[in-house]
């Protein structure tokens, strides 16, 4: 709560009523004055800018100023809780431990108050739709000036206030404490110093296990902009399948008139292009000619011929019905035949002329076509 400008504050101070009542009234704190008071349950103004304040009694919360330099927050929070085990009788899983921040020589305010008092303080608020931002011990709105303890006489129980010091006691034992080392000041003066007390809280027990829970609510201001980013990314993704699809029907365009292109050159110019690709597919066979095609039909007769010894090719013609012709030398009669058998055996028929003789070899006419 420190560090604020006090003008620009508004604070709903609420006040525990007699006999443990979660409310017995409030006042109203905004810029820099108390503006208005009552006893009734009062509404929050100020467009959610007010800040609510619980105030515990002073007598059910024990503040000690202890000395952790160098501490994150939640370092000095465990340390306190170490602390505090020395400084009270109740066992320590039964205390609520508040830590402030560090002043600039490394003192910080430690409260140590009863957990359950804690919860009542706060599901009572609450019972009248009062969830407080903050819980202040009422030792607490006492500023701590320069000219030593002050002294203010509450009900029946006066609280002490001073530089690193707050307590509340019952007067018998404040008067021994104090050995009238304190200035009094009366209720006018402590609510004459609210404002500047309360822009410098040393520490707040709405910490830890008491936090503020924010509710869960729904920011429809920030669900409308997903939404209208959400329909943009839909619309962009269409766009883009959009844009592929014409660049996709484009190409596949710019491919037809390529083929019908490289058609026309290829097929007969007395032939009328109905369907490109067919029409070459059909050409292609015509050129290549019947049977297995040249290319495996000659790759067949050579193969043979690298395997059988004492053979060559002297002339080879291929004929548009799929026939491979070729005049083969051999040194006998029987080599033609190994030969044969070798096409034969890759799915060829081989036909051979009778051989005759010519330079010392013998030489025939092999017919080769695929089955």
């Known amino acids: 709560m420190g560090g604020r400008r006090v003008s620009d504050d508004r604070f709903l101070l609420l006040f525990p009523g007699d006999a443990g009542a979660p409310l017995g009234g409030w006042l109203r704190v905004a810029n820099g004055a108390i503006v208005s008071r009552g006893h009734d349950v009062p509404t ?23 000395e952790l330099p160098g501490l994150s927050q939640a370092q000095a929070a465990a340390a306190a809780r170490l602390l505090a085990v020395d400084a009270t009788a109740e066992p320590i899983d039964h205390l609520h431990v508040a830590v402030g921040d560090a002043d600039d020589d490394g003192h910080r305010a430690v409260a140590i108050v009863s957990s359950v008092r804690m919860t009542e303080w706060i599901t009572g608020l609450q019972s009248f739709a009062l969830d407080p931002d903050h819980v202040v011990p009422e030792t607490l709105l006492i500023p701590a000036g320069s000219d030593g303890l002050r002294r203010w006489a509450h009900g029946d129980m006066h609280l002490v206030r001073g530089n690193r010091v707050a307590f509340a006691a019952e007067p018998d034992i404040a008067e021994a404490v104090l050995d009238e080392g304190a200035v009094d000041i009366d209720d006018a003066a402590v609510e004459a110093g609210l404002p500047a007390a309360l822009a410098s809280i040393p520490v707040d027990l709405r910490q830890g296990a008491f936090r503020k829970r924010r509710p869960w609510t729904i920011d429809w201001k920030l669900f409308r902009r997903l939404a209208w980013m959400a329909a943009a990314l839909l619309v962009l993704t269409m766009l883009i399948q959009t844009v592929l699809i014409l660049r996709y029907t484009v190409a596949a365009d710019d491919l037809e008139r390529d083929v019908t292109i490289i058609a026309r050159k290829a097929l007969p110019r007395a032939e009328r292009i109905a369907n490109a690709p067919a029409q070459l597919a059909e050409r292609l066979a015509d050129l290549r000619g019947g049977g297995r095609g ?17 053979v060559e090719v002297s002339a080879l013609r291929y004929d548009r019905d799929g026939s491979l012709r070729a005049t083969v030398g051999a040194g006998a009669q029987s080599d033609i035949a190994a030969l044969q058998q070798r096409i034969e055996a890759q799915g060829f028929t081989a036909s051979a002329t009778a051989a005759r003789s010519g330079g010392g070899r013998q030489i025939a006419e092999l017919t080769v076509r695929g089955r």
Request: charged content about 15%; proline content about 2%.
């Open 44 to 66: 929050i103004e100020g467009g959610g800018d007010e800040q609510v304040v619980a105030v515990a009694p002073g007598a059910d919360v024990a503040v000690h100023w202890v």
């Open 294 to 310: 040249f290319s495996a039909t000659a790759a067949g007769l050579f193969a043979a011929v690298r395997d059988t010894a004492n």
